[in-house]
């Protein structure tokens, strides 16, 4: 589960081990902070990061892949799911924002050896 403002742009150098987006990211954070590699990646910081606003509904986002050319994003809160769609790999159809489907596009490179 990655943070909804999160952005990965690059692989971390020291990337490895089990992570929410298949490996660690750097990136950016849509609200102008800069990205802590723990929180960013793994979510849940709405009482942590400075930079995460506290009336947003979704701290978290998840990924699974549903199947050929389907990938299933669950936004979360408090570690219980809030909203969901499906984004179609082939097409980027789907995503709720930009974010999410960078997010998606990591996951599914990472995870399942697809192209979005």
């Known amino acids: 589960m990655a943070c909804p403002y999160f952005r990965p742009l690059r692989e971390a150098e020291w990337s490895e081990g089990r992570a929410p987006l298949g490996g660690i990211f750097e990136g950016e954070c849509a609200r102008g902070g800069v990205c802590d590699a723990r929180l960013c990646n793994f979510g849940y ?48 159809g789907g995503a709720p924002n930009e974010r999410i489907t960078a997010q998606a596009e990591v996951y599914v490179k990472r995870m399942g050896g697809h192209k979005l």
């Not at 506290?54 to 050319?69: H, L, W, Y």
């Open 45 to 92: 910081a709405r009482s942590v990061c400075a930079h995460f606003p506290g009336e947003e509904e979704a701290d978290a986002v998840r990924f699974s892949i549903a199947g050929e050319g389907r990938l299933i994003w669950i936004l979360e809160k408090d570690h219980a799911p809030l909203k969901h769609g499906v984004i179609e790999i082939a097409n980027l």
